[in-house]
């Protein structure tokens, strides 16, 4: 069963590796996530320029926002 943490969004691109591995890496510890594809809705990048990030993947917590595969931070919402 899928830990239900509808307030985590990954802010994702096609062809990004960080992004397959954070999105791999939330699935197989069951923590669902609202997933934005920057490429197919460029109209949330002005949104993730604002957070202070220029790179994908951008994830976004109640608590913090961060960017890269960070599996340590990633682990704390499992």
Do not use: H, W
Not at 11 to 31: A, E, G, H, I, P
């Amino acid at each position: 069963m899928k830990r239900s943490y509808t307030m985590v969004t990954v802010y994702s691109k096609n062809n990004c590796v960080q992004c397959k591995m954070t999105k791999r890496f939330l699935d197989s510890n069951n923590v669902s996530y609202r997933e934005i594809n920057l490429d197919e809705q460029p109209e949330y990048v002005d949104q993730v320029k604002e957070l202070g990030f220029s790179a994908a993947p951008v994830i976004q917590t109640p608590t913090e926002v961060f960017s890269g595969f960070q599996p340590g931070k990633l682990k704390q919402l499992a």
